[in-house]
């Protein structure tokens, strides 16, 4: 008998109603929502009313059992000194992180979480980006969830920041943390004195197939060289694909080469056959040996804790190298 895939609406009520059959032996075990109007009238709670982008929820004054839904969420929890118990992984964890996550349950990828998973570790609040709003309505009636706002700009990565500290109720340590990035910020510029002031750096990923990408002025890092006063080069206002023709456009006094550290053969192998190419032996860091290979995965990741490689690594060759 041959077999039909079931439509996509179907496999979505399929797997609705596995988690309606996973939750009933977990309901008994979460808090009940509660209305604005509810709390106002209880003189005591167990749990804050904060805004997200799906709605209001009321999250655990203390939550124990906390599961992310992004590394960048698990990434700001672990900067407040809270252990998520489970979080999504791209592909496994990035290696910035992998020292801090011993005992943290993967969960699956970051746009497809295993919500079975994730209900059977019975949660008592669920943190993540908007990226995953597909599965608030599934989760949300069961746990609480909020999901903070999402775009990788400059802007977003600090929001998001601040929106785990206040689900968490960690305030105080978010400003520690934050005093802390500023305070290391002023100290490399202080290192650098005025040695790159006329100097551009460009930021640059490279990618299987010879994918060639700027990094923006309000990326991650684009907002860490922002913040320590370095140029960047003229066209960095947006991340655009460059073509092998137009090499120039990210020429600079300083390239610094985004690769993947967790597929580091074939990220070195694209670059290596960018470095045959004419028009890339003539760009001005290359004529000066001054192009850096960093990990793609810090320089993209968003978090406090990325923050640091990146300036660590702006120490090392913008400070240390001769």
């Known amino acids: 008998m041959k077999l039909y895939p079931l439509p996509l609406s179907s496999c979505y009520l399929f797997l609705a109603g596995i988690l309606m059959v996973v939750s009933i032996t977990a309901c008994s075990s979460y808090p009940a929502h509660h209305s604005k109007s509810q709390l106002a009238n209880s003189s005591e709670t167990s749990c804050r009313m904060i805004q997200h982008t799906m709605g209001n929820t009321c999250v655990p004054n203390n939550p124990q059992r906390l599961v992310t839904t992004s590394r960048f969420t698990l990434a700001n929890a672990l900067v407040l000194d809270v252990k998520p118990i489970a979080s999504t992984s791209d592909y496994e964890y990035s290696s910035y992180l992998r020292n801090k996550i011993e005992g943290i ?28 709003r597909k599965i608030y309505p599934l989760l949300s009636p069961i746990i609480p969830t909020a999901l903070g706002k999402w775009e990788g700009s400059t802007r977003s990565w600090r929001e998001h920041f601040n929106f785990v500290a206040e689900a968490l109720g960690k305030q105080e340590a978010a400003q520690q943390a934050w005093n802390r990035y500023y305070q290391r910020i002023k100290e490399l510029k202080i290192a650098l ?14 990618y299987g197939g010879m994918r060639i990408y700027s990094d923006s002025q309000d990326s991650f890092a684009g907002s860490i060289l922002n913040d320590i006063g370095l140029q960047r080069v003229r066209n960095s206002n947006s991340r655009l694909p460059i073509s092998e023709e137009k090499l120039e ?8 080469v985004m690769i993947f550290q967790e597929k580091q053969e074939n990220s070195r192998k694209t670059f290596e056959k960018l470095q045959q190419k004419p028009l890339w032996k003539k760009l001005r860091a290359v004529q000066k040996s001054q192009v850096y290979l960093v990990d793609r995965d810090a320089w993209i990741g968003s978090s406090l804790i990325a923050a640091d490689v990146v300036i660590d690594d702006l120490y090392k060759y913008l400070v240390n190298t001769p």
């Open 105 to 132: 349950d993967e969960i699956g990828g970051m746009y497809e979480p295993n919500l079975e998973k994730i209900l059977l570790l019975k949660p008592d609040l669920i943190l993540g980006s908007e990226i995953v």
């Open 193 to 206: 004195n005025d040695r790159y002031v006329d100097k551009e750096i460009s930021i640059i990923g490279v």
């Open 249 to 256: 456009e990210i020429d600079g006094d300083i390239i610094f």
